[in-house]
């Protein structure tokens, strides 16, 4: 009975070796990254209804957004017209005003948006490949994937973008009834 009390330790110690050996996953990414303001670009204001949707509950908010060369600003309106969220990103990094008590995705919902209405060289600069980062842009659709894996995929239809956030399984649409660009 010792000799199979001393396998069974023996075998057990191998297994548990074994395990600490073994690579475990890479712990995911802690979200989306917010891009610096586009130099030289006009001001743009941007008037939307964005409707958040994660499993069954859907929230729906009006977002006013500032794109401007100095920070990108998000103020986010109940349906009243009651301020609940406000957003800046600029030099000093990000900040935000959550007034509602809900807790939502604030940072990744600019990041979402700078995503879609960026240009080009500005997405593959703040998502470098170096960094497992790869980014597919046609005309209609803009995909994200990070270490080959798809995270965010946009469709642009005229005024309405959709967007599917894979890693964090939540939709966010997004229907621009006004846009103004602003002198410099």
Not at 71 to 96: C, R, S, W
């Amino acid at each position: 009975m010792p000799y199979l009390i001393r396998i069974f330790l023996l075998l057990s110690l191998v297994v548990l070796t074994g395990c600490s050996v073994v690579p475990t996953a890479e712990k995911p990414i802690d979200g989306l990254i917010l891009l610096t303001p586009v130099k030289g670009a006009n001001t743009q204001v941007l008037k939307q209804k964005v409707t958040l949707k994660k499993y069954t509950q859907a929230k729906q908010f009006l977002a006013v957004t500032r794109f401007s060369v100095q920070e990108t600003k998000l103020v986010a309106l109940l349906p009243t017209g009651q301020i609940f969220l406000y957003l800046v990103h600029d030099e000093n990094g990000f900040e935000e005003k959550n007034e509602s008590g809900i807790a939502l995705p604030s940072k990744d919902i600019l990041a979402m948006i700078q995503f879609t209405f960026w240009p080009e060289s500005n997405i593959k600069l703040g998502y470098p490949e170096s960094q497992g980062w790869q980014v597919e842009i046609t005309p209609n659709t803009r995909n994200l994937y990070y270490k080959k894996t798809l995270l965010l995929e946009v469709k642009i239809e005229s005024k309405n973008v959709s967007i599917i956030h894979h890693g964090d399984h939540y939709n966010v649409d997004i229907h621009t009834f006004d846009q103004e660009v602003l002198p410099l």
